[in-house]
């Protein structure tokens, strides 16, 4: 949809292309497309080993995301706001216990774990976000009719 000097922006595949699939619960294209609002959803992709030059508008690209960025990524954004929950209770609870109730500042410190976890996610996105390590890269020209998401 648009070429910058090391990078291209994608548009990922239209979810009424989508509704008529028999696989779509475990397509990648399925799965960016409801993080969307059912309108064309543009991601960024870093053109890697390729030259911008050798693209041009309306091309049809395979792009990858590697397997340790999805790992790593998913522990970051669901484990660190849980186990940070998890260990607030605890503590709200000593903490809290001289002038609460003993659940009353377990739940507390939870909610405080919680949210430091979620703030602790978001410092982490706003770190790695011009990391070339953590962004999806171009794989290659697509087939004519296919688009791939690896």
């Known amino acids: 949809m648009a070429i910058e000097e090391n990078s291209l922006w994608v548009e990922t595949i239209r979810k ?41 508008l309306n ?14 990524g998913s522990f970051i954004v669901y484990m660190v706001p849980l186990l940070l929950m998890l260990l607030g209770a605890p503590l709200g609870e000593d903490i809290f216990s001289a002038f609460l109730e003993k659940n009353v500042g377990a739940i507390i410190g939870s909610i405080i774990g919680f949210i430091a976890g979620i703030v602790l996610v978001r410092w982490h996105s706003i770190k ?11 794989a290659g020209l697509s087939k004519p009719s296919v688009i791939n998401l690896l």
């Open 16 to 56: 009424t292309t989508c509704n008529s699939c028999s696989a779509q619960k475990g397509c990648g294209h399925g799965i960016l497309n409801k993080l969307g609002d059912g309108r064309s959803n543009y991601i960024r992709v870093l053109t890697g080993q390729y030259m911008s030059s050798e693209f041009s």
């Open 59 to 72: 091309d049809e690209v395979e792009i990858s995301i590697p397997e340790q960025v999805i790992v790593s």
């Open 128 to 138: 790695t976000s011009d990391n070339s390590d953590y962004q999806p890269q171009l």
